[in-house]
Antibody
Framework: QVQLQESGPGLVKPSQTLSLTCSVS??????????WSWIRQPAGKGLEWIGR???????NYNPSLKSRVTMSVDTSSNQFSLRLTSVTAADTALYYC?????????????WGQGTPVTVSS | QSVLTQPPSVSAAPGQKVTISCSGS????????LSWYQQLPGTAPKLLIY???KRPSGIPDRFSGSKSGTSATLGITGLQTGDEADYYC???????????FGEGTTLSVL
C-alpha cells in the first residue's frame, strides 16, 4: 500500500521560497500509471490544486500559481518536490501531496497527512 | 467562487439519507470523470467515489455517486455520526487546464 509523507519547514518568511518534499513508499514514483500532485488547504477553507509532475518529469501547474511554482522529481530517492517563490501570507496553508491516477481517470487515490506552512516574519 | 458548486452544508438525522450536489459545466464535469472526497475533522481527504460512481475497496455501499450531464450527486444512506465531515467533489477542467474542487459541503448528523 502506497504511503506519502510531506516534509519541509513549517515557517517561511514573506518574499522567500517555500520548499517541500513528498516521500513515497510502497510504490515507485516511476510507475507510469500515476501522476504526483501538490494540493493545499488554507485553514477553514477548501482544497486548491497546485500542480502535478509526471514520472518523466514533465509538469502541469495551476495557472493561478504557475509563475511561482516549480516541481521536480528525484527517482533515486522516490521523492518529488515543490518550490513556491515569493510567498505571502496568502500561501499559509496545509500542504498535501497526493497520487493521481493517470489516463484521464481523474482521481487522487492516496494522500499524505499534510504539512502546515505558515508565512510570517 | 469555485468552478464546481456545492451546498455549504447539509444535515440529517442518524439513519436517514442525504444527498450532496456538485454542479459544473461542459468543460469539467460534462466531459470528465468526477471524484468525491471525505475529509474528517483534522485529517487528510480520503477518496470516497471515483469515476463518477465507483467505490474504492473499503468504502461501504452506504456511499454512492452518480453523474448526469454537468452535475453529480453524492448519496449517503444510513447516516452515522462518524459520517460528519466535509465532502468535496473534484475533476479536471479542460478549459482552465487545472484540477477544480468544489468548495466543500459540511455534513452534520443531528
Amino acid at each position: 500500500q502506497v504511503q506519502l509523507q510531506e516534509s519541509g519547514p513549517g515557517l517561511v518568511k514573506p518574499s522567500q521560497t517555500l520548499s517541500l518534499t513528498c516521500s513515497v513508499s510502497g510504490d515507485s514514483i516511476k510507475n507510469s500509471f500515476y501522476y504526483w500532485s501538490w494540493i493545499r488547504q488554507p485553514a477553514g477553507k477548501g482544497l486548491e490544486w497546485i500542480g502535478r509532475i509526471f514520472p518523466r518529469g514533465n509538469t502541469n501547474y495551476n495557472p493561478s500559481l504557475k509563475s511561482r511554482v516549480t516541481m521536480s522529481v528525484d527517482t533515486s530517492s522516490n521523492q518529488f518536490s515543490l518550490r513556491l517563490t515569493s510567498v505571502t501570507a496568502a500561501d499559509t496553508a496545509l500542504y498535501y501531496c497526493a497520487r493521481e491516477l493517470g489516463s484521464r481517470r481523474y482521481y487522487f487515490d492516496s494522500w499524505g497527512q499534510g504539512t502546515p506552512v505558515t508565512v510570517s516574519s | 467562487q469555485s468552478v464546481l458548486t456545492q451546498p455549504p452544508s447539509v444535515s440529517a438525522a442518524p439513519g436517514q439519507k442525504v444527498t450532496i450536489s456538485c454542479s459544473g459545466s461542459s468543460s469539467n464535469i460534462g466531459n470528465n470523470y468526477l471524484s468525491w472526497y471525505q475529509q474528517l475533522p483534522g485529517t487528510a481527504p480520503k477518496l470516497l467515489i471515483y469515476e463518477n460512481d465507483k467505490r474504492p475497496s473499503g468504502i461501504p455501499d452506504r456511499f454512492s455517486g452518480s453523474k448526469s450531464g454537468t452535475s453529480a450527486t453524492l448519496g449517503i444512506t444510513g447516516l452515522q455520526t462518524g459520517d460528519e465531515a466535509d465532502y468535496y467533489c473534484a475533476t479536471w477542467d479542460n478549459s482552465l487546464n487545472t484540477w477544480v474542487f468544489g468548495e466543500g459541503t459540511t455534513l452534520s448528523v443531528l
